[in-house]
T-cell receptor, first 118, second 107 residues
Framework: EAGVTQFPSHSVIEKGQTVTLRCDPISGHDNLYWYRRVMGKEIKFLLHFVKESKQDESGMPNNRFLAERTGGTYSTLKVQPAELEDSGVYFC????????????????FGPGTRLTVT | RKEVEQDPGPFNVPEGATVAFNCTYSNSASQSFFWYRQDCRKEPKLLMSVYSSGNEDGRFTAQLNRASQYISLLIRDSKLSDSATYLCVVYGQNFVFGPGTRLSVLP
């Protein structure tokens, strides 16, 4: 079974440009998460989709970031316009439905997209 | 104060050593707890969930103390392949990652 895939693996853009990251979760996984790791910092939660709905977007840094998951399959994360501080590794993860009582199921992470804004 | 804190590391230990990692969390409403490992420039992978009664998986033992808001991971008989960064992850409303503790197991 294919794992979580992300595209592109690397992206170098100039400040002010737009970049769109894509995540394809494991087939059948309703939960999809986006995370970001800025150099020297811990991995930070950005948002959580359940199917096509945004369950929690409390971690999105500002309105330059837009995430979508049309049809509840793959997801995109667009940064427009990009700023220098957006540089980092963006991870996507997916999981099956939460267990009874709302406990989360195991997350499977994609390899990440390394974004460099110059 | 960070929501999840871990030993700063790095830990450099010889093969066969026993090593323990500590983690504390600030949100008393946290429900679920995990240890992930992350190899250099790779994605995090789940090592084990942490249950209230403590749990063991081969050479790895995880403990949870809800009263002290403390989680630990013990690795026995460490192998070269255990070299990685170990991430403490806490779930309440969403997943909160600690900064990680890097382990190097030396021959």
């Amino acid at each position: 079974e294919a794992g979580v895939t992300q595209f592109p693996s690397h992206s170098v853009i100039e400040k002010g440009q737009t970049v769109t990251l894509r995540c394809d979760p494991i087939s059948g996984h309703d939960n999809l998460y986006w995370y970001r790791r800025v150099m020297g910092k811990e991995i930070k939660f950005l948002l959580h989709f359940v199917k096509e709905s945004k369950q929690d977007e409390s971690g999105m840094p500002n309105n330059r970031f837009l995430a979508e998951r049309t049809g509840g399959t793959y997801s995109t994360l667009k940064v427009q316009p990009a700023e220098l501080e957006d540089s980092g590794v963006y991870f996507c993860a997916s999981s099956q439905v939460h267990l009874d009582g709302g406990q989360p199921n195991e997350q499977y992470f994609g390899p990440g997209t390394r974004l460099t804004v110059t | 104060r960070k929501e999840v804190e871990q030993d700063p590391g790095p830990f450099n230990v010889p093969e066969g050593a026993t090593v323990a990692f500590n983690c504390t969390y600030s949100n008393s409403a946290s429900q679920s707890f995990f240890w992930y490992r992350q190899d250099c420039r790779k994605e995090p992978k789940l090592l084990m969930s942490v249950y209230s009664s403590g749990n063991e998986d081969g050479r790895f033992t995880a403990q949870l103390n809800r009263a002290s808001q403390y989680i630990s991971l013990l690795i026995r008989d460490s192998k070269l392949s255990d070299s990685a960064t170990y991430l403490c992850v806490v779930y309440g409303q969403n997943f909160v990652f600690g900064p990680g503790t890097r382990l190097s197991v030396l021959p």
